[in-house]
């Protein structure tokens, strides 16, 4: 089954604590982005990545850094997280050719005390 | 950035009636998709519809590019429907998402 996944589902930190939000595609696609989603503010792009090795900031980069190693996994990496951080994250995958469709993981919801 | 502006904001719906929600953007764009997020958060693509007209059992849109909207029509809602519709466009790769219109259907 075609699909992204993102680990872990749920996550309450303290501020400072660094961590890793994991996201997997089993699509073989090229392109992968991070989003934050806020109440009334939609979805913001974080980073995304064109391929392996190379990445770059999206609308909101701030506080989060990301890593492109393999093609299927794009962590989403806070060193160190504050309670603005708070939100519910998106890792999506891109299809290529003629449509550029986005396919979602099932969300993160993380908040920082 | 290209601005995104959805309306309405909020919809309320008895079970078996038709809606139209609209995205209006502010530039030009080759890559424009209908996302439906389900009250259980996740997110669904509908549509990838940069222009034209594309249909999906009770679910339509329609892309006017020259004009640069895109509507999306809910036919014989029903309350699985309910939850936050989100257009995003842009170019290529890169989306900019609406606010959502959060749609309500009541059985």
């Known amino acids: 089954e075609a699909q992204v996944t993102q680990n872990p589902r749920y996550l309450i930190t303290v501020t400072g604590k660094k961590l890793t939000v994991t996201c997997s595609q089993n699509m073989n696609h090229e392109y992968m982005s991070w989003y934050r989603q806020d109440p009334g503010l939609g979805l913001r792009q974080i980073y995304y990545s064109m391929n392996v090795e190379v990445t770059d900031k999206g609308d909101v980069p701030e506080g989060y850094k990301v890593s492109r190693k393999e093609k299927r996994n794009f962590p989403l990496i806070l060193e160190s997280p504050s309670p603005n951080q708070t939100s519910l994250y998106f890792c999506a995958s891109t299809s290529t050719g003629k449509a550029y469709e986005q396919y979602f993981g099932p969300g993160t919801r993380l908040t920082v005390t | 950035g290209i601005q995104v502006e959805q309306s309405p904001p909020d919809l309320i719906l008895q079970e078996g009636a038709n809606s139209t929600l609209r995205c209006n953007f502010s530039?030009?764009?080759?890559?424009l998709q209908w996302f439906h997020q389900n009250p259980w958060g996740q997110l669904i693509n509908l549509f990838y519809i940069p222009s034209g007209t594309k249909q999906n059992g009770r679910l339509s849109a329609t892309t006017v590019a020259t004009e640069r909207y895109s509507l999306l029509y809910i036919s014989s809602s029903q309350t699985t429907d309910s939850g936050v519709y989100f257009c995003?466009?842009?170019?290529?790769?890169?989306?900019?998402f609406g606010a959502g219109t959060t749609v309500t259907v009541r059985a």
């Open positions: 530039d030009s764009v080759n890559n």
């Open positions: 995003a466009v842009g170019n290529d790769y890169k989306l900019s």
